[in-house]
T-cell receptor, first 115, second 109 residues
Framework: DTGVSQDPRHKITKRGQNVTFRCDPISEHNRLYWYRQTLGQGPEFLTY????????KSRLLSDRFSAERPKGSFSTLEIQRTEQGDSAMYLC?????????????FGQGTRLTVV | DAKTTQPPSMDCAEGRAANLPCNHSTISGNEYVYWYRQIHSQGPQYIIHGLKNNETNEMASLIITEDRKSSTLILPHATLRDTAVYYC??????????FGPGTSLSVIP
C-alpha cells in the first residue's frame, strides 16, 4: 500500500454515461498526477496539479475529460459521454513536488470498462 | 524530456542477478534517471533514482555510466515476485513521469 487510494477500483458503464473517479493522495504531497493505461502499454500522462492548480493537461485529455482538485487535497477525474475507447486503467499518483528529486507514488488504479 | 530506450523483454533465472539496461543518450544535466516497475494489475512502484553517482537501496542498485548516456538497474537476487514491467525514465526533479513501453522481465524458476 503506497498511501495513494483510488475509488472505485472497477467501474463498468454503458456508452454515453458519465463517470467520476476519486483519488486521495498522500496527505503531505502537493503534486497529483493522472495517467491512463491501456493493455500492453506504459501509463500515459493526462494531467497534473500543484496543490489546487491544474498546471498541465495532455492533448490526450479531450473536452469530455475534466479533473479537479479542490482545496489541494483529493482529486476527481470525470469523463462525460463515455466511449468504448475510454476503456482503460486510470492511475493517480502523488509526489512531494519540492526541489530535489522526489519519486511518485501510484495508487492501484481504477479500471474502467465501457460497454 | 529525455527519451529512454529499453529492450522489450528479458529473462532471468531465479536467484541470479537481473541486469536491466536503459539508454538515455539525450539526457540533460538536470535530469535524473528513475526506475519504476509495474507488477500485473497494480500501479507502478518506485524503485530507485540517481543523477550521476551509482545508487543502492534495499530493492536494487543503479549504475549510471560516466557520460550519463546509459544506466543499468541491478536486482541482485531475482525472485519470482520480481517478474514485472520495468520502466526507466529521465526527468527533472519537478517534472512529471513520462513512461515508455518498458522492459518486461520474466524471472524463471
Amino acid at each position: 500500500d503506497t498511501g495513494v487510494s483510488q475509488d472505485p477500483r472497477h467501474k463498468i458503464t454503458k456508452r454515453g454515461q458519465n463517470v467520476t473517479f476519486r483519488c486521495d493522495p498522500i496527505s503531505e504531497h502537493n503534486r497529483l498526477y493522472w495517467y491512463r493505461q491501456t493493455l500492453g502499454q506504459g501509463p500515459e500522462f493526462l494531467t497534473y496539479f500543484q496543490n489546487e492548480a491544474q498546471l498541465e493537461k495532455s492533448r490526450l485529455l479531450s473536452d469530455r475529460f475534466s479533473a479537479e482538485r479542490p482545496k489541494g487535497s483529493f482529486s476527481t477525474l470525470e469523463i462525460q459521454r463515455t466511449e468504448q475507447g475510454d476503456s482503460a486503467m486510470y492511475l493517480c499518483a502523488s509526489s512531494l513536488g519540492v526541489t530535489g528529486a522526489t519519486e511518485a507514488f501510484f495508487g492501484q488504479g481504477t479500471r474502467l470498462t465501457v460497454v | 524530456d529525455a527519451k529512454t530506450t529499453q529492450p522489450p523483454s528479458m529473462d532471468c533465472a531465479e536467484g541470479r542477478a537481473a541486469n536491466l539496461p536503459c539508454n538515455h543518450s539525450t539526457i540533460s544535466g538536470n535530469e535524473y534517471v528513475y526506475w519504476y516497475r509495474q507488477i500485473h494489475s497494480q500501479g507502478p512502484q518506485y524503485i530507485i533514482h540517481g543523477l550521476k553517482n551509482n545508487e543502492t537501496n534495499e530493492m536494487a542498485s543503479l549504475i549510471i555510466t560516466e557520460d550519463r548516456k546509459s544506466s543499468t538497474l541491478i536486482l541482485p537476487h531475482a525472485t519470482l515476485r520480481d517478474t514485472a514491467v520495468y520502466y526507466c525514465t529521465a526527468e527533472t526533479s519537478y517534472d512529471k513521469v513520462i513512461f515508455g513501453p518498458g522492459t518486461s522481465l520474466s524471472v524463471i524458476p
